[in-house]
C-alpha cells in the first residue's frame, strides 16, 4: 500500500468514482477536482463529458488535500506524488514524504514560538494600555 492510500480507507465495493462521488467525500467541489486534473495531479477517465476516477485518483486526492491541509505547495505535493511510480516499492516517495514532513515541522515550531512569543509581547502590552487607563480614571 502506497503512502497515499494509506491517508484514506480503501473503497472495494466501487471500481470508479464520479466526480459527485468524489466531492462529497473529500468535502471539495468539482471545480477544485477539475483544478487538480488541469494540473496534471489527477487523470480521470472520460466517458463523454462524465469523468470517472479510479481508486488511484481518489488515494492522490487524498494525498492533494493532506499535503495542502499541512501547507505543502502543489509543486512538492504534485513531486511527492509522482515518485508514487518509480517502481521501488514506494520507499523513496515514504522517505521524501518523511523527510519533507519533519522539515514541514521544524518550520512550524519555529513558527509557533513566532507566534507565542507576539501573544505574549501583546498580552504584556494590553496589559500595560489597561494599567495605564485604569491610572487615568483614578486621577480625573
Do not use: N
Amino acid at each position: 500500500m502506497s503512502v497515499a492510500q494509506a491517508a484514506v480507507p480503501l473503497r472495494p465495493d466501487q471500481d470508479q468514482f464520479s466526480i459527485s462521488d468524489l466531492s462529497a467525500e473529500f468535502d471539495v467541489t468539482a471545480r477544485a477536482l477539475r483544478f487538480y486534473e488541469d494540473e496534471g495531479l489527477i487523470a480521470p477517465q472520460r466517458r463523454g463529458t462524465q469523468r470517472l476516477y479510479s481508486h488511484r485518483d481518489r488515494a492522490r486526492l487524498a494525498w492533494i488535500l493532506r499535503g495542502k491541509r499541512v501547507g505543502f505547495s502543489l509543486g512538492e505535493i504534485r513531486e511527492m506524488i509522482d515518485l508514487y511510480d518509480i517502481g521501488d516499492g514506494r520507499r523513496l516517495q515514504r522517505q521524501v514524504a518523511i523527510d519533507r514532513g519533519r522539515t514541514r515541522i521544524e518550520l512550524l515550531e519555529v513558527q509557533k514560538r513566532d507566534i507565542d512569543a507576539a501573544i505574549a509581547e501583546l498580552t504584556d502590552f494590553v496589559a500595560l494600555l489597561e494599567a495605564g487607563r485604569a491610572q487615568d480614571t483614578k486621577g480625573h
